[in-house]
């Protein structure tokens, strides 16, 4: 075989990187730029944010260990991304965040499929929460509430049930913190995300939980380390 049908010759697996077309590492490096911005988008909302709700933070850590020590427990709400981390917390509680300790009690109401589905059928999706905060709630107990706008009803119509159960509602916002920042008592508990974008105000919600259940810990179990 002559040297240059060699160089023809390629195995049909071998990739062939040398005849990708020069448009395509333009795109790859400008997609690899949008990736790097985002993250450099989160990290410098979650810094400016750290400024700003670390009090309302350790104000909802309070709320939830009163909440919780005294034999209540925490009921969570939110709609789509807000359900997720309802759900998320709840199961960081019930069974842990990063270090053994005993259960703690929390409800996410997003998860029942036949409660939201009977309930949304027969009545009307804004009542979905607040008919399970009246059934399952009781005086001192707490409630997450959670909206990125804070202008989602059955979670408005949520914190209504809660306040007439004697509950202390924990509300995560951003954007201003809408119509639930005027339905919020002085009792309750505002951590408003300074951010009108959704994405952002998720993660940095999603932040806030983690610290509220590692604050939890440190105060039931003592503050360590954690490993890594």
Do not use: W
Not at 45 to 70: D, E, F, M, R, W
Not at 153 to 180: D, F, P, Q, S, Y
Not at 188 to 204: G, L
């Amino acid at each position: 075989m002559r040297p240059k049908d060699a160089e023809r010759r390629r195995h049909p697996r071998e990739p062939a990187q040398s005849r990708a077309p020069s448009g395509t590492v333009i795109i790859s490096a400008m997609l690899e730029n949008r990736i790097q911005q985002n993250f450099i988008d989160s990290a410098d909302l979650k810094y400016q944010a750290s400024q700003v709700l670390s009090k309302p933070i350790a104000a909802a850590v309070q709320a939830v260990l009163t909440c919780v020590t005294g034999g209540g427990k925490v009921l969570a709400c939110g709609n789509g991304g807000s359900a997720a981390d309802a759900q998320h917390f709840a199961a960081e509680f019930v069974g842990r965040y990063e270090r053994e300790r005993p259960e703690l009690s929390a409800i996410a109401l997003t998860t029942d499929s036949s409660v939201l589905t009977a309930i949304a059928n027969d009545y009307d999706f804004k009542v979905i929460f607040s008919r399970q905060v009246r059934a399952l709630g009781s005086p001192g107990d707490v409630l997450l509430a959670i909206s990125t706008s804070g202008n989602s009803a059955n979670v408005l119509a949520a914190i209504e049930a809660a306040h007439e159960r004697e509950m202390v509602v924990v509300g995560l916002t951003g954007r201003g913190g809408g119509k639930m920042s005027q339905s919020l008592r002085d009792t309750d508990v505002h951590i408003c995300v300074p951010s009108d974008r959704t994405a952002r105000i998720q993660e940095v919600h999603l932040l806030t939980l983690h610290c509220i259940c590692d604050a939890v810990d440190a105060q039931l179990l003592g503050d360590q380390e954690t490993s890594t």
